[in-house]
């Protein structure tokens, strides 16, 4: 298993156009591979003292955080997926290259690849 894990900073009043964005995201992710996609809305996200989640993507008075994964079989299917979701014509959806029309500030972005240490479900 590995999964690809991102926290943003979204406008409050794009709580809507995001959640677009991502259930258009999941139906390309999924057919490249992706087992699983989570989208987590703020909704009690304290200040730390030190550092927190709106540090650390720079969130701006009115900026929800979203906390969210993709998981995958491995780190090769992700990576070789990767290049290939990107080529998607879907993704013109999407609006312009630089991301400029996401409904939040994709330079903010907080992301990286993990593999599970510890997995468990009721």
Excluded at 7 to 31: H, L, M, R, S, T
Excluded at 77 to 101: C, I, N, V
Aim: net charge negative; with cysteine; aromatic share 14%.
């Amino acid at each position: 298993m590995y999964v690809n894990g991102f926290i943003i900073a979204v406008p409050e009043g794009n709580k809507q156009a995001y959640k677009d964005v991502a259930e258009k995201f999941w139906e390309i992710a999924k057919d490249y591979g992706a087992r699983s996609q989570i989208e987590c809305w703020e909704v009690d996200v304290p200040d730390g003292k030190t550092t927190d989640f709106r540090r650390a993507v720079k969130a701006e008075e009115g900026e929800k955080i979203v906390f969210s994964w993709v998981t995958w079989d491995d780190k090769e299917t992700a990576d070789a997926s990767h290049d290939r979701m990107m080529a998607d014509e879907r993704m013109k959806e999407f609006g312009a290259d630089d991301g400029s029309d996401m409904p939040f500030d994709g330079k903010r972005m907080v992301y990286g690849g993990f593999e599970p240490l510890v997995w468990k479900e009721a």
